[in-house]
């Protein structure tokens, strides 16, 4: 299938959704199944110390979003790339075809979330963004509203799912498009 190496056009993806919903085991799985090459933002800004500050209230670098942007243009504008973070409305629109908006029920967020060391005001926070559904109307304010989805990501079977809808609807966008 169609790689990074410009011999097919391949669509560039967006994972986002709160902390913890499990776009990075999506997005890894993904990236093994379709032969897109996967891009975790946070890792990507920790390795190119891409911050601008440090925000004490949440106890985390703050992101230096021109950077990232910088950083990514050419490999985008080459597509095939599958993105994944807590955030969408920085990013350029046209670089995406298609957004995934995961989401899993609090009670699961709150134990995954507790699993990984959160507690207290942010712990609170991510749950309750999770609630509120802050993500999803992120996207649907950031991208046209028909090339953004939920996907429910509580179970290895919904993950299963996923993986298997994307990677179709991947091959698919291939198809059409070369
Ligand atoms: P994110 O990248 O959104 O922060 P993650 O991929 O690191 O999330 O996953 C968080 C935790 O949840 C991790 O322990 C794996 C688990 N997980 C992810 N997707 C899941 C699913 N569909 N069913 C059960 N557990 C899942």
């Known amino acids: ?32 199944r379709t032969g897109l090459a996967f891009i975790n933002i946070s890792d990507l800004a920790k390795e190119g110390q891409l911050y601008e500050g440090y925000d004490e209230e949440y106890d985390c670098p703050v992101l230096d979003e021109d950077r990232v942007i910088d950083e990514l243009e050419d490999r985008m504008s080459g597509g095939g790339m599958i993105v994944d973070y807590h955030g969408c409305d920085f990013f350029p629109e046209r670089w995406f075809q298609i957004v995934f908006v995961l989401r899993t029920d609090n009670t699961l967020l709150y134990e995954r979330l507790e699993g990984r060391g959160y507690e207290g005001k942010k712990l609170q926070d991510n749950v309750q963004c999770e609630i509120f559904q802050t993500l999803y109307e992120e996207a649907l304010e950031s991208y046209k509203h028909d090339i953004v989805y939920q996907l429910p990501s509580n179970t290895p079977e919904d993950l299963e799912r996923n993986v298997d809808q994307i990677a179709q609807w991947t091959q698919q966008w291939i198809k059409d498009n070369n």
């Open 1 to 32: 299938m169609a790689t990074e190496n410009g011999l097919k056009k391949a669509p560039n993806i967006l994972l986002t959704g709160t902390p913890g919903v499990g776009k990075t085991t999506l997005g890894k799985e993904l990236a093994e």
